[in-house]
């Protein structure tokens, strides 16, 4: 019996994110699965070794800025050796599942596709790109480049056996088939150490950032809500994560009027769920020009318990209204947390449980994951 192979591809390291529930499932299936990615951490700008077994990892080009030709000349040439490894195996893969962005693996995939028609290839869309590039009056400028940035990427897609997406935004602005595309949430185990105890100031509103601090993260709208509620209570900003811009967070903070609580960044999660279970409210707030339906660190905040304050559009958006997991931002967003009760604190960090478990639980994730394999293995 032939061996069957599969491939798992991403170019900045997100298999804890979402490969390895369907790595899980193709091991499952009689594959033999191999993980694909690059040698460059994306965040940190260094080389890194990737410690998932069995792992290849593709020397790639070293870059410094994100908004940088040297870091679209690395995804071009990491996307063009990925499939030339894959061309050079002597036993070619039965499936490839690749993580998009960046969009030159939608179009190298493709090529693929067209020389192995019998492959079943598979697109993960995990962010937009051009469309989540943060200035809107650059987006008017390089109108006709990101065109054809966005094209590489929607092009390729056609060749897909099928895609999934990160968000329900995301396929809709992709006019994806519903026959042949899917929207899977990112998925988070629950805390498996022992919870702390929530313990909520009630003469003061604590806030927490969480995640990096960078350039599409809407730090003036932070501001001026800091300012807002401080009309009200005192407010305390604890801070968990880094980035190019945190020091400009802090300083506007303190300037709003906060207190600001810097911890670096935590990898213990027990001591993460220790400073959020003291906090009021996560800030899950982003430019307006960026395109994105969910963000990684409103998963991290709902997985720790704590509702959020939202300007994200779509999918969190829907969230916020019908499950109660936290407040939209608006000109009465201030307002009306201070005037929030304890118990009204405390059911919506029920609410924000039950969202947990009913949207972003392994099992529930799991599921879809399963169901999506059936349909085209």
């Known amino acids: 019996m032939q061996k069957k192979n599969a491939y798992l591809i991403s170019c900045s390291d997100h298999y804890s994110h979402r ?13 033999h699965v191999t993980y694909i990615t690059s040698d460059f951490d994306h965040v940190k700008k260094c080389q890194f070794q990737c410690n998932v077994p069995g792992c290849v990892q593709i020397p790639a080009k070293p870059y410094k800025k994100n908004l940088s030709l040297g870091r679209i000349l690395s995804h071009y040439r990491f996307a063009r050796d990925v499939f030339a490894y894959l061309e050079s195996l002597p036993e070619q893969p039965q499936v490839i599942v690749a993580l998009i962005p960046p969009n030159f693996l939608a ?37 006709p480049v990101f065109g054809i940035w966005g094209w590489v990427r929607n092009h390729g897609l056609d060749s897909a056996d099928y895609v999934i997406t990160e968000c329900e935004l995301f396929r809709r602005k992709l006019k994806l088939p519903r026959t042949k595309s899917a929207t899977v949430y990112l998925c988070a185990a629950p805390l498996t150490d022992e919870v702390a105890p929530v313990s909520l100031d009630e003469e003061r509103i604590n806030l927490c950032y969480l995640g990096s601090a960078n350039n599409v993260v809407d730090i003036d709208a932070i501001a001026a809500l800091i300012g807002q509620i401080k009309q009200f209570k005192p407010v305390t900003l604890h801070i968990i994560g880094f980035g190019e811009r945190m020091q400009t967070l802090v300083d506007m903070a ?12 935590i990898y213990d999660a027990a001591r993460k769920q220790q400073i959020l279970s003291r906090c009021h409210f996560g800030l899950n707030m982003m430019k307006a020009s960026t395109c994105i339906g969910l963000t990684m660190k409103s998963l991290d905040y709902l997985r720790n318990g704590l509702p959020i304050i939202n300007n994200i559009p779509a999918d969190t958006e829907r969230l916020v209204r019908i499950e109660g997991i936290g407040v939209e931002l608006d000109d009465t967003c201030a307002c009306r947390i201070a005037e929030m009760t304890t118990q009204d604190h405390m059911q919506m960090r029920e609410n924000v449980k039950q969202a947990f478990d009913r949207y972003f639980s392994r099992e529930v994730v799991d599921k879809q994951y399963k169901k999506i394999l059936d349909e085209i293995l």
């Open 19 to 31: 490969l390895n529930v369907i790595d899980h499932h193709l091991q499952e299936r009689g594959y």
């Open 107 to 143: 179009h190298y995939a493709a090529k693929y596709k067209k020389a192995h028609p019998e492959v079943r290839l598979v697109f993960d869309i995990f962010d937009m790109w051009p469309e989540t590039f943060p200035s809107g009056r650059a987006k008017k400028l390089l109108a």
């Open 254 to 265: 303190q300037n709003a009027g906060a207190k600001v609580e810097q911890y670096g960044v």
